[in-house]
C-alpha cells in the first residue's frame, strides 16, 4: 500500500509543480493585455481554470498523501522531514500569494509588473529542488 500512496502522491506533485510554474507564467503574458481585451478575459478563464480544476485539487491531494505516508512511514520524527514539511508549507503559502494575485487579474486590480511575475515564478523552483533533495537524500 505504501508504495500505491507514494505513487499518487509524486503524481499529485508533479500536476501541482506543473500549475506553479505555469499560473505565474500566465501573469506575465496578462500584464500586457489591455483590462477589458478579449485577451485579458481568455487569461482570466485560463488561469480561474488551472487553479481550480488542476492546481488546487492537485494540492489537497499532495498534502493528504504526504500526511499519510509520513504516518505510514514513522517519518515525523525524523529531521530532514521536518524542514521539508517547513519547505511545503512554504509552497503552500505561495500558492495562495497566486490565488490573490489571480483574484487581483479577475477584478482588473493587478498593480505589478512582469518581472515581479517572472521572479516569482523562480521560487517554486527553488522550493522544489530543495524538498526533493530532502525526501530522496534524506541528509539528517
Avoid at 67 to 96: I, N, P, T, Y
Wanted: charge should be positive.
Amino acid at each position: 500500500m505504501y508504495l500505491w500512496l507514494k505513487t499518487f502522491h509524486l503524481i499529485a506533485v508533479i500536476s501541482w509543480m506543473a500549475g506553479m510554474l505555469y499560473l505565474p507564467r500566465l501573469f506575465v503574458y496578462h500584464c500586457s493585455a489591455a483590462p477589458g481585451s478579449v485577451q485579458s478575459e481568455t487569461f482570466k478563464v485560463m488561469e480561474r481554470r488551472l487553479l481550480r480544476f488542476i492546481i488546487n485539487p492537485a494540492m489537497i491531494a499532495t498534502w493528504l498523501l504526504g500526511l499519510w505516508l509520513v504516518w505510514q512511514g514513522g517519518w515525523h520524527k525524523a529531521g530532514w522531514f521536518h524542514a521539508k514539511f517547513a519547505l511545503v508549507l512554504a509552497m503552500s503559502a505561495l500558492h495562495g500569494f497566486y490565488m490573490r494575485w489571480m483574484k487581483d487579474f479577475a477584478a482588473d486590480r493587478n498593480t505589478r509588473p512582469a518581472r515581479f511575475y517572472r521572479l516569482a515564478n523562480e521560487i517554486p523552483t527553488v522550493l522544489m529542488i530543495a524538498i526533493v533533495i530532502l525526501a530522496v537524500v534524506k541528509p539528517f
